[in-house]
Nanobody, 124 residues
Framework: QVQLVESGGGLVQAGGSLRLSCAAS????????MGWFRQAPGKEREFVAA????????YYADSVKGRFTISRDNAKNTVFLQMNSLKPEDTAVYYC?????????????????WGQGTQVTVSS
């Protein structure tokens, strides 16, 4: 079992930046892949980024590539999502997730554990 808590969301103007954090508790996540997903109103939840346990393998959705950066601090049991050059279409609830396994996952059904989400709103 692991509990995930996201923070760092908020309201920002287009072109601005936010840094999301996902703090894990209950067990160490240092050996497992982690992912970020988002869900906009009226849309399905979609993959944003994933990072391997070591940070050596990282993948991004095409829609955020070059603007978002996923990272992790295993000593702090925390994963981050730095979001730059934000656009109104980035508005969504952002979730971190894990399946407590080594392999990266790009689909929400591949993840058993989810945080409660943090709202990101980008105004034009």
């Amino acid at each position: 079992q692991v509990q995930l808590v996201e923070s760092g969301g908020g309201l920002v103007q287009a072109g601005g930046s936010l840094r999301l954090s996902c703090a894990a508790s209950g067990r160490s996540i240092s050996s497992y892949a982690m992912g970020w997903f988002r869900q906009a109103p009226g849309k399905e939840r979609e993959f944003v980024a994933a990072i391997s346990w070591s940070g050596g393998n990282i993948y991004y959705a095409d829609s955020v590539k070059g603007r978002f950066t996923i990272s992790r601090d295993n000593a702090k049991n925390t994963v981050f999502l730095q979001m730059n050059s934000l656009k109104p279409e980035d508005t969504a609830v952002y979730y971190c997730a894990t399946d407590l396994r080594v392999n990266l996952g790009y689909h929400d059904y591949e993840h058993k554990y989810w945080g409660q989400g943090t709202q990101v709103t980008v105004s034009s």
